[in-house]
């Protein structure tokens, strides 16, 4: 954990000419200004300098971390499992998605209303009471989504069977050829099932695609190798049960099975705000099983399980590993492709304050590299002999104010911390008040008054008192995610920053 000078400052409620004095005299470098990160220790260090007796808190480590898989799963339960569709740029991907969605809504008894929630569940037909190959596959249908790249870059595999859609009058092309040698590269445990699609095409010519594939090094089961591959027609839905057949026999071989008992661990997939719901988020499980009124965290979103629905919008109250379910409760809205852990309430509280802190304080660091950044630049166009002008203006920084709005109080300490102090020493923010509730008449009279900008963190802003604001001048800007704010704030500084230097 870290802290500003300035904020350092304001805790021990001392000058901050006298701190930065104190600070030069035991050693730190001249440089140092009020937008100085100091390390915990050196914070401590500083403080006990001013007589104080400060405790670091180790608290500050605390999160909620993944649980790890176990080495052996032979006697967990089996789940369904977790399909992913790629393939070239109109190659069919979308209408085999759109066509395996309604019939499994069409099987399904909840009305037969499709929605895109990131993933959807086909059941499998042939399912005996003693098969032990899965009874349903859950499809993800969001490829080349924010998701997909941020489970990527964090190494999250989470798709068991990637199926390669190859369309039989084109045959491989770029995209193709990428995700060949993304399945090359993949030293995780994915399978592979072709799909040879639009076959009801008279120009289609299956035999000279699977030649092509061979000679990508795809060994298919037709020229002795172990991969299979279907022909399919997503627009006729002809094959379609053959290649739900095939993913089945794979998955049973697979042999995939998930813990239940012990701690919850899933990613979001996809994530909005809907009306009467408020946050909402898809969440694909990968371990556990997730309850109503479980304590739930995401990145820095807390929650509390209040409905879950499967993907044909039917409320579940557990959901299993290997099933894609949407959960509102969310306190604030979790972004996709992030984890999903549970844990007790108390436990979440402290991990999200922590993570918040962490946030802020990288958050500033980048702040600090680059106003040093600009500081150095400045200096090699003095050295340079131009004619620079002296940024720091005689009476101090200008202000951005701000007055705080949240929704409940610890969200307002939260954004009091990420917002306070972002600047440099041309210019900077001063928060001059913080309140909890929507944003009222007198929060934009003061406003005015002040001449301050209103940030509010989920929190609305009735129509009359946007207009309000418009008719003011008032600034207003709202939002669920801290960070946005941040940037918000962030951008209107550097809108005040000199044009020139
Ligand atoms: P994506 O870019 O891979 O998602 O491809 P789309 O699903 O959007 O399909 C691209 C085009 O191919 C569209 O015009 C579809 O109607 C058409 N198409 C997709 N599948 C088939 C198929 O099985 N047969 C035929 N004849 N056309 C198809």
Redesign the pocket.
């Known amino acids: 954990s870290t802290v500003t000078v300035a904020m350092l400052a304001r805790v021990m409620n001392v000058k901050l000419a006298q701190l930065l004095t104190r600070m030069r005299r035991v050693g730190l470098e001249s440089e140092a200004n009020y937008d100085y990160i100091l390390s915990a220790d050196y914070a401590a260090l500083l403080a006990e300098e001013f007589g104080f007796n400060p405790v670091v808190d180790d608290e500050a480590a605390f999160d909620i971390y993944p649980p790890k898989p176990l080495d052996d799963l032979s006697t967990s339960p089996s789940r369904p499992p977790i399909v992913t569709i790629m ?10 998605l759109d066509t395996l969605r309604s019939a499994s809504v069409a099987k399904g008894e909840a009305g037969g209303i499709t929605q895109h929630i990131g993933a959807f569940s086909v059941p499998v037909a042939s399912q005996t009471a003693d098969s032990t190959g899965p009874r349903s596959i859950t499809f993800l249908d969001t490829p080349g989504h924010a998701a997909f790249s941020a489970m990527r870059a964090r190494g999250a595999n989470v798709t068991d069977i990637i199926v390669l ?1 190859v369309a039989a009058d084109d045959g491989i092309m770029p995209q193709t050829k990428e995700v060949i040698d993304l399945l090359k590269r993949d030293d995780s445990q994915v399978d592979l099932v072709v799909a040879i ?5 008279p120009s289609a010519d299956p035999d000279s695609v699977k030649k092509a594939l061979m000679a990508e090094g795809i060994q298919l089961e037709d020229f002795g190798g172990d991969i299979p591959a279907v022909h ?5 839905g002809k094959g379609l049960p053959e290649l739900v057949e095939t993913l089945s026999t794979v998955a049973e071989v697979r042999d995939l099975r998930a813990e239940q008992d012990g701690p919850v661990f899933g990613h979001v997939l996809e994530s909005n705000v809907l009306k009467g719901l408020g946050s909402v988020a898809t969440v694909l499980i990968r371990q556990g099983c997730l309850k109503i009124g479980s304590h739930i965290i995401s990145g820095t979103a807390p929650g509390k399980v209040r409905r879950m629905t499967d993907p044909s919008g039917k409320p579940v109250q557990v959901a299993l590993p290997g099933m894609a379910i949407t959960v509102s409760g969310w306190k604030t809205l979790p972004k996709a492709g992030d984890e999903v852990l549970d844990g007790s309430e108390s436990d979440i509280k402290k991990a999200i304050a922590n993570r918040l802190r962490r946030g802020v304080a990288e958050a500033l660091q980048e702040d600090v590299e680059a106003i040093n950044e600009a500081r150095k630049q400045e200096r090699d166009a003095r050295a340079d002999g131009e004619d620079v002008v002296e940024p720091v203006p005689a009476s101090g920084p200008k202000e951005l104010r701000l007055v705080i709005k949240a929704d409940v109080s610890g969200s307002c300490e939260a954004l009091e911390g990420a917002l306070q102090g972002i600047g440099n020493h041309i210019a900077i923010s001063k928060i001059i008040s913080t309140g909890v509730g929507d944003i009222t008449e007198s929060d934009i009279l003061m406003a005015k008054a002040a001449n301050a900008t209103i940030v509010g963190f989920s929190v609305s802003a009735p129509r009359a008192m946007m207009s309000l604001a418009a008719q003011n001048e008032v600034p207003l800007t709202t939002g669920n995610v801290i960070y946005r704010l941040m940037d918000d704030v962030r951008s209107r500084i550097i809108d005040m920053l000199p044009k020139t230097i």
């Not at 393939?87 to 085999?96: E, I, R």
């Not at 399919?232 to 006729?236: D, E, F, I």
């Open positions: 393939g070239h740029v109109d190659h069919g991907k979308t209408t085999l859609v699609n639009k076959i009801d095409k399919v027609s997503g627009l006729t």
